[in-house]
């Protein structure tokens, strides 16, 4: 197998709802999903926490997270950008 083969990085869009740690912020990614039993739509909500490298991040904040290698015990994402600020 070739080492040189592209991998897919799972990237997901959510809302940033801590800051209070260093370096780390808590985003909580939304989504929807059909129910097994009833089929109808229910939303589920997961939180990530992510690296803030530069601490820009503010609760509230839209945010695109991209998956990387454990940089902590709980952290396996990394801010990518800031696509909405909070009003």
């Given at each position: 197998?070739?080492?040189?083969?592209?991998?897919?990085?799972?990237?997901k869009?959510g809302?940033?709802?801590?800051d209070?740690?260093?370096?780390?912020?808590v985003?909580?990614?939304?989504?929807?999903v059909?129910?097994?039993?009833?089929?109808r739509?229910?939303?589920?909500s997961?939180?990530?926490?992510?690296?803030d490298?530069?601490?820009?991040?503010?609760?509230g904040?839209?945010?695109?997270?991209t998956e990387?290698r454990?940089?902590?015990?709980?952290?396996?994402?990394?801010?990518?950008r800031?696509i909405?600020?909070a009003?």
């Amino acid at each position: 197998m070739d080492n040189t083969s592209k991998v897919r990085k799972i990237t997901k869009v959510g809302t940033v709802v801590s800051d209070a740690m260093d370096k780390t912020v808590v985003v909580q990614v939304e989504s929807v999903v059909m129910h097994k039993l009833y089929h109808r739509f229910v939303q589920r909500s997961r939180k990530f926490m992510a690296h803030d490298e530069a601490n820009t991040c503010k609760v509230g904040d839209k945010v695109q997270i991209t998956e990387c290698r454990p940089l902590s015990r709980s952290k396996k994402f990394r801010v990518v950008r800031v696509i909405e600020r909070a009003s």
